[in-house]
């Protein structure tokens, strides 16, 4: 029979070489999300400075600055999980580990919940502005298609007039 002590040093070297536990292990998840969230809050920073530079549509500004707090808020709940994850090195009490643990399982499930609505945020943006650019060659391109059917029909009418004369006198002699 296995005791409990085989089981613990068995996962243990099952995770890892290196003897690492699993609070060890969720340290360095931990540090690394947490440094993963400043590093994204730094990034999108960066990315509304330089929107606020190049922007001059006020409806576009103020999308890009609704994305840029869901994005920041974001950044920085990843960066509450990767605390809460490392904090979980130190706790030795079960009921704190259970408790951090539901918390970060609540927590995941907002940053999903939120990473899907600035997607569909983003999404209907998109759907919703008008591209001039694209929306001049798709209306060259009808124009072209329009001339296009029309030089077809009227190339089909003058050889349709041309054959009619033939087809009949082959119907007559029949």
Same mark, same amino acid.
């Given at each position: 029979?296995?005791?409990?002590?085989?089981?613990?040093?068995?996962?243990?070297?099952?995770?890892?070489? !290196?003897?690492?536990? *699993?609070?060890? +292990?969720?340290?360095?998840?931990? +540090?690394?999300?947490?440094? @993963?969230?400043?590093?994204?809050?730094?990034?999108h920073r960066r990315e509304w400075i330089a929107v606020l530079r190049r922007? *001059?549509?006020?409806?576009?500004?103020?999308?890009?600055? #609704?994305?840029?707090? *869901?994005?920041?808020?974001?950044?920085?709940?990843?960066? +509450?999980?990767? @605390? !809460?994850?490392? @904090?979980?090195?130190? +706790?030795? /009490?079960?009921?704190?580990?259970?408790?951090?643990?539901?918390?970060?399982?609540?927590?995941?499930?907002?940053?999903?919940?939120?990473?899907?609505?600035?997607?569909?945020?983003?999404?209907l943006h998109e759907y919703s502005t008008v591209d001039d650019r694209a929306?001049? /060659?798709?209306?060259? #391109? @009808?124009?072209?298609?329009? &001339?296009?059917?029309k030089k077809f029909l009227t190339d089909g009418e003058s050889q349709s /007039?041309? &054959?009619?004369?033939? /087809?009949?006198?082959?119907?007559?002699?029949?």
């Amino acid at each position: 029979m296995v005791t409990s002590d085989a089981k613990h040093e068995m996962s243990n070297l099952i995770i890892g070489q !290196m003897l690492i536990s *699993r609070q060890g +292990v969720l340290l360095l998840f931990g +540090v690394t999300l947490f440094v @993963a969230g400043l590093i994204l809050m730094h990034q999108h920073r960066r990315e509304w400075i330089a929107v606020l530079r190049r922007e *001059r549509n006020l409806r576009n500004l103020k999308f890009e600055l #609704k994305k840029f707090r *869901r994005r920041a808020l974001v950044g920085s709940l990843l960066s +509450v999980l990767g @605390a !809460m994850m490392a @904090a979980l090195h130190w +706790v030795h /009490d079960p009921t704190t580990f259970v408790v951090l643990t539901v918390g970060m399982f609540l927590l995941l499930i907002i940053l999903l919940g939120l990473g899907l609505l600035d997607f569909m945020s983003v999404w209907l943006h998109e759907y919703s502005t008008v591209d001039d650019r694209a929306k001049k /060659d798709m209306i060259n #391109k @009808a124009i072209e298609l329009h &001339e296009a059917r029309k030089k077809f029909l009227t190339d089909g009418e003058s050889q349709s /007039d041309n &054959e009619n004369p033939n /087809d009949s006198s082959s119907t007559s002699e029949k």
